[in-house]
């Protein structure tokens, strides 16, 4: 069975400092990795994806990510926290299928 | 690009009524999927058409839920007899075949069951 977690379900961070969101999954199949982000009473928009090519990924809004397969993770970071950037953030997995299996989502405040 | 659209964005009704959902797709997209996303939870996928034939449903999809994709371009999705657990938002999502994982998501409906 494939599973995606996400630790920490709040983070709190201060303007201009590091964005950091925790994302580990398990999967039987290499996987396929996303991260979305949600604005409230919104859809999700795509900020990345892994799909096997380039470990370290670059997305929109200046966030980034890395698959560690030894590790079976697929953190999200960004270097300089914007007001903006407070909102709700899913780590999803496509493996077997073409569903999307999310995490639990992890709501990111930012402090002025 | 006008971007998955969906609607209503929220609807209200009471118990036992039936609702209705449409989605309209990326229009080259030929995969279109839904998902039910709970409050404070990731989505959850419901079911997954591929041009107009249902490939895939989940167990969530009780059989008050049926979801249909006629002329392989927009979806609804309705539930029957509708229970307060049904309140959630409804995400529907669309993608090009193949190579082309991504899903591009609509702003979903929110759907409130008093």
């Known amino acids: 069975a494939q599973s995606v977690t996400q630790l920490g379900s709040h983070v709190s961070v201060s303007e201009g400092a590091l964005v950091l969101l925790r994302c580990n999954y398990s999967?039987?199949?290499?996987?396929?990795l996303f991260w979305y982000v949600q604005y409230p009473n919104q859809g999700l928009q795509l900020l990345l994806k892994y799909t096997s090519a380039a470990t370290l990924v670059k997305g929109i809004n200046g966030f980034e990510a890395e698959f560690k397969k030894s590790e079976t993770s697929f953190h999200l970071t960004k270097p300089s926290a914007h007001m903006s950037d407070a909102a709700e953030y899913f780590c999803a997995l496509k493996a077997a299928g073409n569903k999307l299996t999310f995490g639990g989502g992890t709501r990111v405040l930012v402090k002025p | 690009d006008t971007g998955v659209s969906q609607d209503p964005r929220h609807k209200i009704t009471k118990r036992g009524q039936n609702v209705t959902f449409r989605c309209d797709p990326i229009s080259e997209h030929n995969r279109l999927y839904w998902y039910r996303q709970t409050l404070g939870q990731g989505p959850e996928f419901l079911t997954y058409?591929?041009?107009?034939?249902?490939?895939?449903k989940s167990r969530l999809l009780s059989d008050r839920f049926s979801a249909e994709r006629p002329k392989g371009s927009f979806s609804t999705l309705e539930i029957q007899r509708t229970e307060q657990g049904d309140s959630a938002m409804y995400l529907c999502?669309?993608?090009?075949?193949?190579?082309?994982?991504?899903?591009?998501f609509g702003p979903g409906t929110r759907l409130t069951v008093t």
């Open positions: 999967s039987s199949v290499p996987p396929y």
């Open positions: 999502a669309s993608s090009l075949g193949g190579q082309y994982y991504e899903q591009y």
């Open positions: 058409f591929q041009n107009e034939a249902q490939l895939e």
